[in-house]
């Protein structure tokens, strides 16, 4: 099934974040607009300004792949339908609206412990900015514009 743009960003913004509150899912939904926008690097060349594109590149995120693992996934974009509030947050930052510290962030991950790593992802293309809820929130590093 294709959903419309509108829809399919709701739908991620409830599968990645929808336990973690208002100011979670934003942050989340500022990372996806970050990559759509960035001006260079990795991002820029596969997802090409194109949302539909940024959501569906492999391996970025784990809504957005029925398996994962080997193993079936049960938390997908198409087993969580959207809410008015996942629609609200997908307006938002469609209006190109920012969460103030993750206004740059390209990577946002829950470490599932205390603390965030200082660096994300292994290569070292981002750094810790900040953690909102469960998840940290990584800004990238001048390596990130080499890629």
């Not at 209006?95 to 990577?107: P, V, Y």
């Amino acid at each position: 099934m294709s959903y419309d743009i509108r829809e399919l960003f709701a739908r991620l913004i409830k599968c990645e974040a929808g336990g973690e509150g208002e100011n979670g899912m934003k942050a989340v939904a500022t990372v996806v607009m970050n990559r759509v926008n960035v001006p260079n690097g990795e991002y820029l060349r596969t997802g090409q300004g194109d949302l539909r594109k940024v959501l569906s590149q492999a391996g970025q995120f784990d809504c957005m792949t029925s398996i994962l693992g080997g193993m079936p996934n049960p938390q997908t974009i198409w087993a969580n339908p959207p809410e008015q509030i996942h629609y609200d947050i997908a307006d938002w930052a469609l209006a190109g609206n920012k969460l103030l510290g993750t206004a740059w962030s390209l990577w946002y991950f829950n470490p599932f412990q205390p603390a965030c790593p200082q660096i994300f992802p292994r290569n070292g293309s981002g750094s810790f900015a900040t953690s909102v809820e469960q998840h940290c929130f990584y800004n990238p590093t001048r390596l990130y514009f080499l890629t």
